[in-house]
Nanobody, 115 residues
Framework: QVQLVESGGGLVQAGGSLRLSCAAS????????MGWHRQAPGKQRELVAR???????NYAESVKDRFTISRDNAKNAVYLQMNSLKPEDTAVYYC?????????WGQGTQVTVSS
């Protein structure tokens, strides 16, 4: 069983920054991709950023040059530095860890950006 615990969400003004953290625990053996998705009210969950174990990254176009994903393989942790936040970034952010053929999700952390 894999558990993912996110932290770092909150309320911030437009133009501000937040850093999300996610730590994975449980029966983990070298997780593959780790990343972040988000879901705004009334919208589908979408990819924000994803990183392979080897460091290859993939970003949504809407967050490129503003968000940076990083990970610490020794800690089974993934981070998301979010700068120049916009009201349209408001959503619940979910951590993802791919272990074997399964996707594991965190419980989500709310990010609210006020204008």
């Amino acid at each position: 069983q894999v558990q993912l615990v996110e932290s770092g969400g909150g309320l911030v003004q437009a133009g501000g920054s937040l850093r999300l953290s996610c730590a994975a625990s449980g029966s983990i053996f070298s997780p593959g991709d780790m990343g972040w998705h988000r879901q705004a009210p009334g919208k589908q969950r979408e990819l924000v950023a994803r990183m392979s174990r080897g460091g290859k990254t993939n970003y949504a176009e809407s967050v490129k040059d503003r968000f940076t994903i990083s990970r610490d393989n020794a800690k089974n942790a993934v981070y998301l530095q979010m700068n120049s936040l916009k009201p349209e970034d408001t959503a619940v952010y979910y951590c993802l860890s791919v272990v074997g053929a399964r996707d594991y999700w965190g419980q989500g952390t709310q990010v609210t950006v006020s204008s």
